[in-house]
């Protein structure tokens, strides 16, 4: 087995642990036997899960007891994003996360009160589903260049536009929009908004079918002429982007923390299987190659989970982490790629094979270099960081 951190140095407690052990027994007994069968589906029953594990507390761990969290440290979701990549599938892991540490966040640190009643609470607890809308047909990883409107009338937004790639879009009750409230082109022209999906004129365009993460439902979304209270509004108006810049660091960072667990237990299934096949006599695992660069693998992992940890303690302690959590995020899609194809190719025509889970493993992994911020967005936020782009002074 991989080696665990020593108890002198984890950062979780009995208690910590505790929560883990109950997650992965919720997870084995109610997820991961039917995931075979939703992935087959390409989609889960996203109301029906979440509301189990909203009644086990487990959507809302580190949010306010007030709102239907369990006011606990942030290290809970670590925890939480540690057993998730223990499902059998990316797809659901994902969104899952976009549950509890995508959709939510704004909404909780800069929401009314009301609005935290009547939209955060039932997340917490499961009895909606979630999804965060940024990205857009014509505007990707630019994020400034989102042309979705929502339009003054007295009281109310007129919101028209369509977003790309929405994961949980075509099963969710709410979504966090990001959208322009203000004529022209600049960042500080946008909201964050709740819009209910049930409003006349929200339409799911069409469910997306994607290379991997299957059981996932990925959607294209458009809203013509759909009514928005401005009560619904996040924030101030006009605060949108900085919001969703402070809402993006804890879904990449939740993302690598659940890379790193993946990637170790594609490793571990990388060495059992090496130990089990013997080539030329022995076993695959004394090559030296493969030992070799399994180890070197394991320490790539390590160092990646150590940039987590060091993030949730800057998180924890109120100080800025984006800087580490773009590199976190940069480090986790290049290594689970690499990982993947590692892996695969010591498994040799097995990992190649659906009734293995390695073929999966490979196929979801990859996204984690695009979605959430591309490899290229991250590099730019760490060279604006660095000081290296014109203009820009490192403090």
């Known amino acids: 087995m ?83 990549s223990g499902i059998h599938c990316g797809g659901i892991p994902m969104a899952i996360a976009v549950q509890s540490d995508m959709s939510t966040p704004a909404l909780n640190d800069f929401g009314s009160h009301e609005l935290k009643k009547k939209f955060l609470e039932p997340a917490l607890k499961g009895e909606f589903v979630t999804s965060i809308a940024v990205t857009e047909p014509g505007s990707g990883s630019d994020v400034a260049s989102i042309k979705t409107r929502a339009e003054s009338d007295g009281d109310e937004y007129v919101i028209n536009g369509s977003k790309l790639y929405i994961t949980n879009g075509t099963q969710a009750d709410w979504i966090c929009l990001l959208a322009r409230t203000e004529p022209g082109n600049s960042y500080r022209g946008m909201s964050l908004i709740i819009v209910e999906t049930n409003r006349p004129g929200f339409i799911v365009s069409r469910k997306l079918e994607k290379m991997g993460n299957h059981s996932s439902d990925t959607a294209e979304l458009a809203f013509d002429n759909v009514r928005v209270p401005k009560s619904n509004r996040i924030g101030d108006e006009g605060n949108g982007f900085i919001y969703q810049m402070l809402q993006f660091q804890k879904e990449r960072l939740v993302s690598a923390i659940m890379a790193y667990r993946g990637a170790e237990r594609c490793i571990q299934m990388t060495i059992n299987y090496c130990r089990e096949r013997h080539t030329f006599g022995r076993p695959l695992i004394d090559n030296q190659w493969i030992h070799f660069k399994l180890s070197e693998l394991i320490t790539e992992v390590e160092h990646l989970r150590q940039m987590c940890h060091h993030c949730v303690r800057k998180l924890i302690a109120g100080e800025d982490f984006t800087r580490e959590a773009s590199m976190a995020k940069l480090k986790a899609g290049r290594l689970v790629r690499e990982t993947a194809d590692t892996c695969m190719q010591f498994h040799g025509g097995m990992g190649y094979m659906e009734e293995y889970p390695m073929a999966r493993y490979y196929r979801d992994s990859r996204l984690l270099s695009i979605g959430g911020g591309a490899d290229e967005v991250m590099l730019g936020i760490i060279a604006k960081y660095e000081g290296i782009l014109p203009g820009k002074k490192r403090d």
């Open 2 to 84: 991989l080696q665990q951190a020593a108890p002198s140095s984890t950062p979780f407690t009995a208690e910590h642990q505790a929560f883990r052990q109950s997650l992965r027994k919720f997870i084995e007994q109610e997820i991961n036997p039917h995931v075979d069968e939703w992935e087959k589906a390409e989609i889960f029953p996203a109301h029906e899960l979440f509301k189990k594990m909203g009644d086990l507390g487990f959507l809302g761990v580190s949010f306010p007891e007030e709102y239907g969290g369990q006011g606990l440290d942030y290290w809970y979701n670590v925890v939480l994003c540690e057993e998730l």
